[in-house]
């Protein structure tokens, strides 16, 4: 196994225990607070309501990035870009390390073979160094 400074079972930890998916992001207007925020919330989930036709949707809010600016875009804070990373991420982190587990395994496949052929290549060369030591003729006198 390659040596690495990530701890992918913390990363798988953290991800089982974090709200399900997909998550999107959404522009939230604060009303009379004004101002916008990024928020990021995570799938619709709709509930039969009391009336037929009247199915009530929830969502889970994941993150709350505020700007506290008249426009929704505007900020010097970086929130929707946050945002959109962070939504993202619940996507994204799955896929990242189905993908170092897939190059890993990869990885070990390709040392085992390697060691199979240095294994092959030092038996060759022993037995060709044996063979032309057995074909010298001693010339000397």
Do not use: Y
Not at 11 to 28: K, N, Q
Not at 90 to 119: F, G, I, N, Y
């Amino acid at each position: 196994m390659p040596n690495s400074d990530l701890d992918l079972d913390a990363i798988r930890e953290c991800l089982a225990a974090a709200s399900e998916g997909p998550w999107r992001t959404h522009d939230t207007h604060l009303g009379a607070w004004g101002g916008h925020t990024a928020t990021v919330l995570g799938p619709e989930r709709r509930e039969p309501g009391s009336s037929p036709g009247w199915d009530r949707i929830t969502t889970e809010g994941i993150a709350w990035l505020p700007t506290f600016e008249g426009s929704p875009r505007e900020s010097r804070q970086n929130p929707w870009n946050n945002a959109t990373f962070i939504a993202a991420a619940r996507q994204d982190v799955p896929a990242l390390l189905a993908e170092v587990d897939r190059l890993r395994e990869l990885l070990t496949k390709a040392e085992a073979e390697a060691t199979t052929w240095k294994t092959r290549l030092v038996d060759e060369t022993t037995r060709l160094r044996q063979a032309l030591n057995e074909a010298r003729i001693d010339t000397r006198p």
